[in-house]
């Protein structure tokens, strides 16, 4: 097997392709698309978006110090694109991709209706790294759409068929390939007939 070397890069794909709803002090809003935001503790619950200071979403985050990422979806994937291509100076981008504004339970920043799952966060940090700055956050509260509960109350957001990116193009999830442990569980023994 043959190997290349390339120059350093970011190659820990795919990611997650989220739209992100920002607001400034005077409650002017808008949605930028990112791939560069995860999780980043579990307790306390903390997330992070990183986004060059040249993008109009950039000072709206600085003013508030608060954003929510909202999980996109297939249904959603024009929308993801659009948002991630053009500038809120210049569009407004809810009113274009007919996406509802959610009055978010915590934060002053609206959610999308449209999006199976809304995380709403708080900026404890920003840390700037270069060529964009690391906002990271607590997580103060998530919305789920009731509609993708099961008949035990789990939340399946596989049914909302979440999408991905990956080197320029978006890719749906496909099927499971497994579940958290299963290399390790201990198989059940057949019963003998």
Known sequence: MSRQVWKPGNMVYPVPAAMVTVADKEGNSN???VSWTGTVCTNPPMAYVSIRKER????????TKEFVINITTEQLAYATDFCGVRSGRDVDK???MKLTKGTSSVVSVPFIEECPVNIECRVTQVLPLGSHDMFLAEVVAVNVDEVYMDEKNKFCLDKA???VYSHGEYFGLGKQLGNFGYSVRKKKARKKK
Do not use: D, G, L
């Open 31 to 33: 949605i930028i698309t």
């Open 56 to 63: 109009f979403s950039h000072h709206m985050i600085m003013e």
């Open 94 to 96: 809810f009113k274009e």
């Open 161 to 163: 068929n979440p999408i």
